[in-house]
């Protein structure tokens, strides 16, 4: 089983449409990532957690909300999706260590009609 | 912001060859690490290599090593033995505190 799972794999919406995305993860990691991959460019933060009761605004943090259900869980949502958040999204853990590398889920791939 | 470069938006090597993939980072930090990921055509995020600014030797993991250059700022990724699988982006991830700044990326292909 994967370390660290994304539901919905794919999504499409429309415009004006609550929708939210979930990410789980087994590794036992205390921090937790949300960001976005537009099409020919490198990843950007949305929101992260380094535990249950922490949430920090990322780059690009507007039009996106968070919750942080418990340490294996960080839903990301867009309260009213727009059409250029048509992206696709990653979650990612990392634990605070040598290297507090991170370590993303197989991405969700979302459009916004 | 910090700014990272990674100056070859394409690259092409022969299957079996090494390849350097280059990045540039501007920061003021001291301390710091920086990543390596490939994203292949599947879309997912693969971590390959860590380099620590505090390290004294180039990393290495099997046929991925950095060439870190700390007093350049750089940290060019070099896959030896290019295997088809190779091909993918890659991208250069250093660390500005508690977060990682990911470059836009190079895309290599192996030819057969």
């Known amino acids: 089983d994967a370390d660290v799972t994304q539901t919905p794999r794919n999504r499409i919406t429309k415009t004006g449409k609550r929708i939210m995305l979930e990410c789980s993860q087994t590794k036992g990691h205390d921090r937790m990532y949300w960001y976005r991959q537009d099409p020919g460019l490198g990843l950007r933060l949305i929101y992260y957690s380094f535990d249950v009761k922490d949430i920090n605004k990322g780059e690009i943090s507007d039009g996106y909300s968070v919750s942080r259900q418990a340490q294996a869980k960080f839903s990301l949502s867009l309260e009213s999706a727009i059409p250029n958040q048509t992206a696709l999204y990653f979650c990612a853990t990392s634990d605070l260590g040598s290297t507090d590398t991170q370590y993303f889920g197989p991405g969700t791939r979302l459009t916004v009609l | 912001a910090q700014k990272i470069t990674q100056t070859q938006p394409g690259m092409f090597v022969q299957e079996k060859e090494a390849v350097t993939l280059d990045c540039t980072y501007d920061?003021?930090?001291?301390?710091?690490?920086l990543f390596w990921y490939k994203q292949p055509s599947s879309g997912e995020m693969i971590f390959l290599i860590y380099?620590?600014?505090?390290?004294?030797q180039n990393a290495t993991e099997g046929r991925y090593s950095l060439n870190f250059q700390k007093a350049r700022k750089s940290a060019n990724l070099v896959i030896s033995a290019s295997q088809l699988g190779d091909s993918a982006m890659y991208f250069c991830a250093p660390r500005k505190g508690d977060k990682v700044i990911f470059g836009p990326g190079t895309s290599l292909s192996v030819i057969p």
């Open positions: 380099q620590g600014s505090y390290d004294e």
């Open positions: 920061t003021s930090d001291q301390s710091y690490g």
